[in-house]
């Protein structure tokens, strides 16, 4: 009798992980992290390096929560073709494990638990700019872009671009030129990173046609696109350093670094557009691009990066100084 209680008490327990496992798995978490790496380089940058930890804590829930119900959102109105697809055939909702009632009601949740957050502890702006995210990627890109236009990843990744704009305003209440660049980086940055991807799994798309760029271009004009958005991106980040002034000098050596890589990877698909390997290596780049640039950010603003940058200056001018005096005494005789 003992045994039979205490089996059904483990499957109960069984039971409740999987649901919790299905619903974590509907946010889509693994994208939430990179967004929530560009919302911290938002709020570093908005905070010259010196962040509240309590608001960057909340504000990174909150962005979290927000993310995690945009994409809950999308997996319900794309269940139809997630259904088909290989790759997203074992999501929570095509799989049966949730119902689309339940998903939209989590969803709804954590939406506003984010707005209440953000209104309470950081501002409304922030609060504001969260809701459009979601509503932006639901309405434009899920339900009017993604089954209509080849240009569906364009406008629509505007919304994976607003994560640091809640970042930059929950620190300061606005948004500066700055921010907007942030904003604009991200932009430039989609095409590359969704279209590499797009290029490796054309077929899928098309069989549950939606139009994405490799399916009615080919791969020959996607591999140009990406060239061209590349080269557009690459100085765009520098202009955190000039003429914003926003970043220095350890931030430029990371985004031109970093910006060599991209455009050499995006190069290379341009000269063999239909190899999966380099659309596989160039996907998986641009994210770590973006996680590598966003850090480089976050170090290039701490006031210790400032203060090893001045000490250096200073020595490297100080050495100059002792040159040029030994070698004008030398010099003299
Ligand atoms: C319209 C814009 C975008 C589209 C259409 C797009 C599409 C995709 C797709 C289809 C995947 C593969 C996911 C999977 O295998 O389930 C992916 C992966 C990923 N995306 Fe994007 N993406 C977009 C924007 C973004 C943004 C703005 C970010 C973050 C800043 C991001 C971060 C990631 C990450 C981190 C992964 C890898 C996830 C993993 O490890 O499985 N994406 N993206
Ligand atoms: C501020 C805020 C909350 C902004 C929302 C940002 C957000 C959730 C961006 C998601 C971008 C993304 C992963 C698109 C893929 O959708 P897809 O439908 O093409 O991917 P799939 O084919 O894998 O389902």
Redesign the pocket.
């Known amino acids: 009798m003992q045994e039979i209680i205490s089996n059904s008490a483990t499957r109960r327990h069984e039971n409740f992980i999987q649901v919790v496992q299905s619903y974590y798995q509907l946010t889509?978490p693994?994208?939430i992290?990179?967004?929530l790496i560009?919302t911290s380089a938002g709020m570093w940058l908005a905070a010259k390096g010196e962040v509240d930890p309590l608001l960057l804590v909340i504000t990174l829930v909150s962005g979290a929560l927000a993310s995690g119900s945009a994409n809950t959102i999308n997996c319900i109105y794309d269940s139809d073709i997630d259904y088909i697809m290989e790759?997203?055939r074992w999501r929570p909702i095509p799989s049966g494990r949730v119902k689309p009632r339940h998903a939209l009601f989590f969803a709804i949740a954590l939406a506003v638990i984010s707005f209440s957050l953000l209104t309470v502890f950081a501002n409304l702006l922030a609060a504001v700019l969260a809701m459009l995210g979601i509503a932006f990627y639901v309405v434009i890109?899920t339900h009017w872009l993604k089954r209509n236009s080849v240009q569906n990843?364009v406008i629509?990744?505007a919304?994976?671009?607003i994560?640091p704009l809640v970042g930059w305003a929950a620190v300061t209440g606005d948004l500066s030129w700055a921010a907007w660049l942030l904003f604009l980086i991200?932009f430039l940055w989609?095409p590359p990173?969704?279209w590499a991807?797009a290029i490796m799994i054309r077929d899928e798309y098309k069989e549950v046609g939606v139009p994405m760029l490799p399916v009615i271009a080919g791969d020959e004009p996607t591999a140009k696109q990406i060239w061209v958005y590349s080269l557009i991106m690459v100085p765009f980040t520098l202009m955190l350093v000039y003429p914003l002034h926003t970043s220095g000098i350890v931030y430029a050596a990371i985004a031109v670094g970093l910006g060599a890589i991209f455009i050499k990877k995006a190069w290379q698909l341009l000269q063999s557009p239909e190899d999966q390997k380099v659309a596989r290596s160039l996907f998986k780049y641009s994210?770590l691009y973006?996680m590598m640039l966003c850090t480089g950010m976050v170090i290039d603003s701490l006031p210790v990066t400032h203060q090893v940058v001045t000490a250096l200056g200073d020595n490297l001018h100080s050495l100059m100084n002792n040159a040029v005096v030994i070698v004008s005494s030398i010099y003299n005789g």
């Open positions: 889509k693994r994208i992290l990179l967004l560009t790759r997203t890109y990843i629509g990744g919304a994976g671009a994560p991200i989609t990173h969704f991807l994210i973006m």
